[in-house]
């Protein structure tokens, strides 16, 4: 579904991203770790295509997102650390809005039921998002990705900052999706969550991806200390 094949990005001299050869198939949330400016948000951009490799390929269902550029964004829902939402429009409001931007209509009742069954409260629906936490903006976005019925998952950071309930949720919200087939690459800083949520695990070291294994492989103590290890070495 997700397939970098020798992708490097690199700025003049700098090389952020040096040949990274990653896949993520149907129905797998693969997390990267890695110290800040590893090149994980380097690595998301490219399959967004914000930003176009040096040299190698970030491809989609087969297709090279910067050839495919609007046939591989119709298959994906980005979440950042930090998802932009209309703060004076309601939470229904703002999905009915992205949705159409998709060329996607919804019901009002379509609508509510894609908000509560990514977790929102029924009360919050028709608030104004000005009052969400960033917990609650980040169901939005959930609501989003399966108003899309997004078959790829890019997620930069998303919990961050949430408190361990809010994160909790979310995870969950992630492997429902991941049970209907959803492809998921996280970058996060979260080592529990990567471990607890992720099925594959990778660990990138100053633009390079140094060690991947699936989650179900390692321990939690063994994680933290080869994530030490390498951040130490
Ligand atoms: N436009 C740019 N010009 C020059 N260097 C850049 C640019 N964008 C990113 N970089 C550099 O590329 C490296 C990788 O950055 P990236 O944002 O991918 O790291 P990251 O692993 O996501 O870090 P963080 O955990 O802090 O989000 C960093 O050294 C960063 O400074």
Redesign the pocket.
């Known amino acids: 579904m997700l397939e970098a094949t020798d992708l490097t990005?690199s700025?003049?001299n700098?090389t952020?991203?040096k040949g990274l050869n990653l896949s993520v198939k149907e129905g797998e949330i693969f997390c990267?770790l890695?110290?800040?400016?590893?090149?994980?948000?380097?690595?998301?951009?490219l399959f967004l295509n914000f930003?176009a490799p040096s040299s190698g390929t970030a491809k989609i269902q087969s297709m090279d997102v910067s050839k495919h550029a609007q046939d591989t964004r119709q298959l994906l829902s980005y979440i950042p650390?930090n998802l932009k939402l209309y703060p004076n429009l309601t939470g229904i409001e703002n999905l009915d809005f992205f949705c159409g931007l998709g060329g996607r209509t919804h019901t009002k009742d379509q609508l509510e039921d894609l908000l509560i069954q990514s977790g929102l409260q029924r009360d919050f629906i028709h608030q104004r998002v000005s009052k969400y936490s960033k917990g609650m903006r980040q169901k939005v976005g959930i609501a989003l990705a399966r108003a899309r019925d997004a078959r790829v998952l890019l997620l930069?950071?998303p919990t961050s900052g949430l408190d361990p309930k809010a994160s909790n949720e979310f995870s969950e919200l992630l492997l429902e999706l991941k049970n209907k087939g959803v492809a998921t690459l996280m970058?996060t800083?979260d080592l529990f969550r990567a471990k607890d949520t992720g099925t594959h695990i990778g660990i990138?070291k100053?633009?390079t991806l140094i060690e991947q294994f699936e989650s179900d492989e390692v321990s939690f103590q063994d994680l933290e200390k080869l994530y030490l290890k390498h951040m130490h070495n």
């Open positions: 990005k700025y003049g700098f952020a991203l990267l890695g110290a800040n400016g590893a090149g994980k948000s380097t690595t998301i951009n930003i650390e930069d950071e970058a800083h990138m100053e633009g």
